[in-house]
Structures are given as structure tokens and as C-alpha cells.
């Protein structure tokens, strides 16, 4: 009797991989490995969750609520689908309940399946169902920031003395004083708009703070991170990029990662805030006394500001308050910045005045007879 192999069995359709279930949402993030598949419980998910979803290596994602409700248009759908991860929303509890975290599983006209055994269904997620959805949730952006000024409140009540007064936030090593500071976040115009700044980051050698997740795109455009801060849920980033810094930030009231930069022999600073790192990025920069700070991937625009939980969208927007006016947003700095004048450069204008010079003096006669005059004594000299 001839046994069945592994490769005589018939392959099924589907999108295939692991699922990985979490809930509240941050607490997944971490343990996504490629080829996962995210189950979430989210209502209007993010740009932020979303990026880190997608660097994660994330096949599919399956919500058990409305992946967008309507109230603003959230960008994280936009960002997914663009990549080509599948979105399948709206499985409701009981089917988020029935998809166990580390089963395998395939995904099927947004059916979920374990084999060929049925486990859940949603509504598939693609770019006509986010651009109807868009439209739709920008007509709802005005109760939203009715929201966004009562959290703000209420955030502002829990944390006055960090924001309004600085009080708990770490004396940094890093030269910040009078100088010029990148505040560097992860988000989906990280990599673009350091790419964008070349000149001004080369010929202006800023500081740079940035968030755990943004040290990544940071090596990548050839910096180092000063100051790296490093949010409740957020991975430490490589032991290179550690050390290299002159301070670590821990933000939030547990004790993860100490072991690890301990052994990295790192002494971090920490801040007992409920702010996310990117607002105490922003608030611990501003504290040291910059000349001027450029905004990497903190999003400047209304939606950028809503596309936040409640309390993230609070805290971006009180942190760039407390920032005031030297807070610039990185998108505009290709458009201010024209860059240093170089010793070519004035070389290069005196020889186009001496070719006009000369140009003009031999249309002359005075110049003609000089010109005659020097072919005489170089055949003279000849």
C-alpha cells in the first residue's frame, strides 16, 4: 500500500500563514514575525499600527471591528492595501474568538479556514471599499475634533506638569542647547523626507532624537540617533544603534528592557508619562533649549493629527503646542533651505564674470589692438 506524501496533497486556495492574535493591539505588534497573520481588534486603524504591521512582514490582517467607522479618514487601511497586505474587517467577537493564536490558517473571499474547516468570515477590505469609506469620513471630521479638544483636557489634566512645566523629563547628554534638532518618528514619510533634506542634513550636522521605531530609517539616511527614546510596547532597536547614542529614554512605568541595556551597559533615563515616544521626543528636545527643530514623520496636516488613538492624537497635538514655533515640519524644509555657499560656487561666478569681461572687451577696439598686439609677441617670441 502506497503511503500519501506531503507533496501528493492537494494544495488549497487561499492566502496562507500563522495567525497572531493580541489584544489591545500594541501589545501584538512585538511578537509579528514575516508571514504572520495579524488579528486585531480595532477600531479605525492608524497609520502608525499599520507601518509597524506592514515592516513586521504581515501577509493579512483581520479585524473583528469596522477597520474604518466613519468618524475621520484613518489612514492605516490606505497603507496596507497600497502594499498589497490583505485586509478582511468586521469577523465581529465571535470570530475573533475563534481564531487561536499560533493556528495555522488560510483566507479564502474573506472566508478564514484551518484546512478545508471553516473558522470565520469578514468583509474583504480593497481600494474601492477605502475610497468609498474616505469620502464618507471626512464629513464626520468636525465631531471629531470636538473630541480631540475634550481628550485634550483630559490629558492635559493628567500630565500639566510634563507638558506645561517639563517636570520628569530627562536632563539629556546630547548637545542640544542653540542647535539645530531632528525629531525623528516612524511613519509612512520618514524615509522620503529625509531623503528630501540631504543637503540640510549634511551641511547642517543636526542633532537627532528619535523614536525606537525611527532608528531604522535614521541609519539608513546615514545618521546617528543621539537620543533614542523608546515608548511602552516598543522594541529596543539594534545594540550598534544603542550604543552609539548618548542617551536612552524609557518612557512609562514598567521595567521592560532593562536587562537589556544593561547588558549593553546603558544607563537609561526614564520618564513615568502615559505620553506615547514621540511626544516625549518632541517635549524633551524643546525642554534642552534648541535653536530650531525639524519634525521627521510627525505629520503636520489635520488628518495626521486625528490618525492617532485618543489619547496619541491628544498628546501629538499638545506636544507640538508646548513646541510652539520652533517646532518645523520636515516637508518644508526643501522648499526654505537653498544651502550653504561653497568655495566652488565662487569660483565658478568669478569665471563666468571673466569670461563676460573678456567677451565683452574683445568686441571693442581697444580690445582688438590689444589682441593684435599679443599675437605679435607670441610670434615674436616664436
Same mark, same amino acid.
Given at each position: 500500500?502506497?503511503?500519501?506524501?506531503?507533496?501528493?496533497?492537494?494544495?488549497?486556495?487561499?492566502?496562507?500563514?500563522?495567525?497572531?492574535?493580541?489584544?489591545?493591539?500594541?501589545?501584538?505588534?512585538?511578537?509579528?514575525?514575516?508571514? =504572520?497573520?495579524? /488579528?486585531?481588534?480595532?477600531?479605525?486603524?492608524?497609520?502608525?499600527?499599520?507601518?509597524?504591521?506592514?515592516? $513586521?512582514?504581515?501577509?493579512?490582517?483581520?479585524?473583528?471591528?469596522?477597520?474604518? $467607522?466613519?468618524?475621520?479618514?484613518?489612514?492605516?487601511?490606505?497603507?496596507?492595501? =497600497?502594499?498589497? #497586505?490583505?485586509?478582511?474587517?468586521?469577523?465581529?467577537?465571535?470570530?475573533?474568538?475563534?481564531?487561536?493564536?499560533?493556528?495555522?490558517?488560510?483566507?479564502?473571499?474573506?472566508?478564514? @479556514? =484551518?484546512?478545508?474547516?471553516?473558522?470565520?468570515?469578514?468583509?474583504?477590505?480593497?481600494?474601492?471599499?477605502?475610497?468609498?469609506?474616505?469620502?464618507?469620513?471626512?464629513?464626520?471630521?468636525?465631531?471629531?475634533?470636538?473630541?480631540?479638544?475634550?481628550? $485634550?483636557?483630559?490629558?492635559?489634566?493628567?500630565?500639566?506638569?510634563?507638558?506645561?512645566?517639563?517636570?520628569?523629563?530627562? /536632563?539629556? +547628554?546630547?548637545?542640544?542647547?542653540?542647535?539645530?534638532? !531632528? /525629531? /525623528?518618528?516612524?511613519?509612512?514619510?520618514?524615509?522620503?523626507?529625509?531623503?528630501?533634506?540631504? &543637503?540640510?542634513?549634511?551641511?547642517?550636522?543636526?542633532?537627532?532624537?528619535?523614536?525606537?521605531?525611527?532608528?531604522?530609517?535614521?541609519?539608513?539616511?546615514?545618521?546617528?540617533? =543621539?537620543?533614542?527614546?523608546?515608548?511602552?510596547?516598543?522594541?529596543?532597536?539594534?545594540?550598534? &544603534?544603542?550604543?552609539?547614542?548618548?542617551?536612552?529614554?524609557?518612557?512609562?512605568?514598567?521595567?521592560?528592557?532593562?536587562?537589556? !541595556?544593561?547588558?549593553?551597559?546603558?544607563?537609561?533615563?526614564?520618564? !513615568?508619562?502615559?505620553?506615547?515616544?514621540?511626544? #516625549?521626543?518632541?517635549? &524633551?528636545?524643546?525642554?534642552? +533649549?534648541?535653536?530650531?527643530?525639524?519634525?521627521?514623520?510627525?505629520?503636520?496636516? !489635520?488628518?495626521?493629527?486625528?490618525?492617532?488613538?485618543?489619547?496619541?492624537?491628544?498628546?501629538? @497635538?499638545?506636544?507640538?503646542?508646548?513646541?510652539?514655533?520652533?517646532?518645523?515640519?520636515? &516637508?518644508?524644509?526643501?522648499?526654505? @533651505?537653498?544651502?550653504?555657499?561653497?568655495?566652488?560656487?565662487?569660483?565658478?561666478?568669478?569665471?563666468?564674470?571673466?569670461?563676460?569681461?573678456?567677451?565683452?572687451?574683445?568686441?571693442? +577696439?581697444?580690445?582688438?589692438?590689444?589682441?593684435?598686439?599679443?599675437?605679435?609677441?607670441?610670434?615674436?617670441?616664436?
Amino acid at each position: 500500500m502506497k503511503l500519501r506524501t506531503r507533496t501528493d496533497l492537494p494544495t488549497l486556495p487561499g492566502l496562507a500563514g500563522t495567525l497572531r492574535v493580541g489584544r489591545p493591539t500594541r501589545s501584538l505588534l512585538a511578537r509579528l514575525r514575516p508571514g =504572520d497573520i495579524a /488579528v486585531v481588534d480595532h477600531v479605525d486603524l492608524d497609520r502608525a499600527t499599520a507601518q509597524r504591521m506592514l515592516d $513586521s512582514g504581515v501577509v493579512a490582517v483581520i479585524n473583528a471591528q469596522p477597520i474604518s $467607522s466613519g468618524r475621520f479618514p484613518n489612514q492605516g487601511p490606505q497603507l496596507l492595501v =497600497d502594499a498589497g #497586505i490583505l485586509l478582511v474587517d468586521s469577523v465581529g467577537e465571535g470570530g475573533f474568538g475563534a481564531l487561536g493564536d499560533g493556528r495555522a490558517a488560510r483566507i479564502e473571499d474573506g472566508i478564514v @479556514y =484551518d484546512g478545508e474547516q471553516r473558522l470565520t468570515t469578514g468583509r474583504v477590505v480593497d481600494k474601492a471599499v477605502i475610497e468609498t469609506q474616505m469620502a464618507e469620513a471626512r464629513t464626520g471630521m468636525a465631531s471629531q475634533l470636538q473630541t480631540l479638544t475634550h481628550t $485634550s483636557t483630559e490629558l492635559i489634566r493628567r500630565e500639566e506638569d510634563v507638558i506645561l512645566h517639563g517636570v520628569g523629563l530627562p /536632563v539629556l +547628554d546630547a548637545r542640544i542647547r542653540d542647535r539645530t534638532v !531632528l /525629531v /525623528v518618528a516612524d511613519s509612512g514619510q520618514t524615509a522620503a523626507q529625509l531623503r528630501g533634506m540631504r &543637503s540640510f542634513l549634511r551641511e547642517q550636522r543636526p542633532t537627532v532624537v528619535a523614536t525606537a521605531p525611527a532608528v531604522a530609517a535614521v541609519r539608513a539616511a546615514g545618521l546617528r540617533a =543621539d537620543v533614542i527614546v523608546v515608548g511602552a510596547g516598543e522594541d529596543l532597536p539594534d545594540a550598534k &544603534s544603542l550604543r552609539g547614542a548618548r542617551d536612552v529614554v524609557l518612557c512609562g512605568t514598567g521595567t521592560t528592557h532593562d536587562d537589556g !541595556l544593561a547588558r549593553l551597559g546603558t544607563a537609561p533615563h526614564r520618564v !513615568l508619562s502615559s505620553l506615547g515616544s514621540r511626544e #516625549i521626543a518632541v517635549l &524633551s528636545a524643546h525642554v534642552a +533649549d534648541p535653536r530650531v527643530m525639524i519634525g521627521v514623520g510627525l505629520g503636520a496636516g !489635520l488628518a495626521d493629527a486625528l490618525d492617532h488613538d485618543r489619547d496619541g492624537a491628544a498628546g501629538a @497635538y499638545l506636544s507640538r503646542l508646548a513646541a510652539g514655533p520652533r517646532l518645523v515640519d520636515a &516637508s518644508a524644509v526643501p522648499t526654505l @533651505y537653498s544651502g550653504k555657499v561653497r568655495v566652488h560656487h565662487i569660483l565658478l561666478a568669478l569665471l563666468i564674470c571673466l569670461v563676460a569681461v573678456t567677451a565683452a572687451i574683445a568686441t571693442t +577696439d581697444v580690445g582688438h589692438d590689444w589682441l593684435r598686439d599679443a599675437l605679435d609677441r607670441i610670434g615674436v617670441a616664436r
